[in-house]
C-alpha cells in the first residue's frame, strides 16, 4: 500500500492496520524518518537549526517509482504486506516524514526488505527536500552515501 | 512539448511548467537544455551545468542523448532528495 499525502500519519495505527487478523505475519517492521532540528550538514562544523523543511514532488512520477519500488520489494522478498507514506509540503522539526512497514512471516525478509525500500526511496523517488534555517533557506544535496547505498542492492543479471 | 521544473531549477527559471516549440533542428534531451540555456537569465542559471541534471520524459529518467518529441512531457530535476 503506497500513499503520498500532506497530513501527517501514525505510524502505530498502520501497523495495526496492516497485521490485524493476518495469522500468517510473523515478523512486522517498521521505519520511520523524521525531520531533524539540525540541518544534515555532515561532518562541518555550523549546524544550523532547521526551522521547517519543504517537500516537493513530481505528481504522476512519483505514484509510478512508489509502485515500482514496493513491486521489486515484493519481487525479491515473500512480504505478506507492506506499507509506504511519504508527506508532500511543509513540516516542522519532530514532524514524521516517511514511513515504510514490511511484513513477512519471518523476520529475514521483513528487516531486509525495509532497508531496500528506504535505500531505494533515497534515491529513486522523484522528491527534494528545502530546509529552513536562521541562516536561510537550501535545497538538500543527494549524497554519495544515499547512492552507494543503493548500488548494494544490485543483483548479478540472471541467466 | 510540455517541460516541467523542480527544485533549485523552478526557483531559477521561476515556472514550474510551460509550453514550447524548440526548433526543428533541436532534436534530443542535450539541445534542448542548451537551447533552452538561451531563452533567458533564469534559464541561463538554471541550465548552466546540465552535468548537475537529470532529465525525464514521460516520467522515465533518460541520458541527454534521448531523441524528443512534440507531444512528450520532459522533466528538469537535481537528483532526488527524498525518503
Do not use: K
Given at each position: 500500500m503506497i500513499r503520498i499525502q500532506q497530513e501527517t500519519f501514525d505510524p502505530g495505527a498502520e501497523i495495526k492496520a496492516l497485521t490485524?487478523?493476518?495469522?500468517?505475519?510473523g515478523a512486522v517492521v517498521s521505519f520511520t524518518g523524521l525531520v531533524r532540528?539540525?540541518?544534515?550538514?555532515?561532518?562541518?562544523a555550523s549546524h544550523p537549526t532547521i526551522t521547517a523543511m519543504t517537500l516537493e514532488h513530481y505528481p504522476g512520477m512519483t505514484e509510478a517509482a512508489l509502485a515500482d519500488i514496493e513491486a521489486e520489494a515484493h519481487a525479491r522478498w515473500p512480504l505478506t504486506g507492506s506499507v509506504i507514506i511519504h508527506r508532500v509540503g511543509r513540516l516542522l522539526p519532530g514532524e514524521p516524514i516517511v514511513l515504510v512497514v514490511t511484513a513477512s512471516a519471518h523476520r529475514r525478509a521483513a528487516f531486509e526488505a525495509a532497508e531496500f525500500l528506504m535505500d531505494w526511496l533515497k534515491t529513486k523517488a522523484p522528491f527534494w527536500k528545502r530546509e529552513e534555517t536562521e541562516a536561510g533557506a537550501r535545497w538538500v544535496e543527494a549524497t554519495e552515501a544515499d547512492e552507494a547505498a543503493t548500488a548494494r542492492w544490485a543483483q548479478s543479471s540472471a541467466g | 512539448m510540455k517541460l516541467l521544473y523542480f527544485s533549485w531549477v523552478r526557483e531559477r527559471i521561476g515556472l514550474a511548467e510551460e509550453t514550447k516549440r524548440p526548433p526543428p533542428?533541436?532534436?534530443?534531451v542535450g539541445a534542448l537544455m542548451a537551447w533552452l540555456a538561451e531563452q533567458g537569465e533564469g534559464y541561463a542559471a538554471a541550465f548552466a551545468?546540465?552535468?548537475?541534471l537529470k532529465v525525464a520524459i514521460n516520467q522515465k529518467i533518460v541520458p541527454p542523448t534521448t531523441p524528443i518529441a512534440d507531444e512528450d512531457e520532459v522533466a528538469f530535476f537535481p537528483p532526488f532528495t527524498g525518503g
Open positions: 490485524q487478523d493476518r495469522t500468517e505475519i532540528g539540525a540541518s544534515s550538514g555532515g561532518d562541518d | 533542428e533541436v532534436t534530443t551545468d546540465p552535468a548537475l
